[in-house]
């Protein structure tokens, strides 16, 4: 069973199927986060995003981790899965998101983000997991990397 992080199913309620990859990429003891800025949130998310129709995890990973940190990355396993129901302001919906995480190493850096509100964060690993604003992630995280 694929656990659940985060608030339950809400009876009434609408969800929108919506798969994601985001990626742990660690170098020099340090771990790549992206911090969303916008009217409603300042968080810390690991880099990634939705897997659009189509389009299959890695690559959609590696497609969000350019536009929302400027980076590219060598992803050499998947960490986990885990579910999350939650409202996403960005656009409007409720979303059962079905997240899966890859660790790897970070490639190079592209460009700036290209994904407004975005930029790239560096910090030490065992910081970067403890300030991640998703639950889901740091759970998963800290049971996989201690």
């Known amino acids: 069973m694929i656990p659940r992080f985060g608030r339950a199913p ?5 969800y929108r199927h919506r798969p994601g ?9 340090k771990m790549l986060l992206t911090r969303q ?17 189509g389009e299959s995890p890695l690559p959609a990973l590696i497609r969000e981790l350019r536009e929302e940190t400027g980076y ?10 885990f579910r999350d129901f939650t409202w996403m ?3 409007g919906f409720h979303a059962a998101k079905l997240c899966h995480l890859y660790l790897g190493r970070p490639g190079l850096r592209r460009g700036h983000p290209s994904e407004a509100c975005h930029s790239a964060v560096w910090m030490p690993w065992r910081a970067a997991i403890a300030g991640l604003a998703n639950d889901g992630s ?4 800290m049971h996989r990397l201690g």
Do not use: C, F, N
Not at 138 to 141: A, D, E, K, T, V
């Open 37 to 53: 800025v916008t009217a409603d949130i300042d968080e810390l998310q690991l880099p990634g995003g939705g897997i659009d129709p």
């Open 10 to 14: 809400r009876a009434g309620i609408v």
């Open 89 to 91: 302001s960005d656009y």
């Open 21 to 29: 990859a985001y990626a742990v990429l660690i170098r020099d003891g």
């Open 138 to 141: 740091r759970r998963l995280l």
């Open 72 to 81: 590219s990355a060598i992803l050499t396993r998947k960490l986990g899965v």
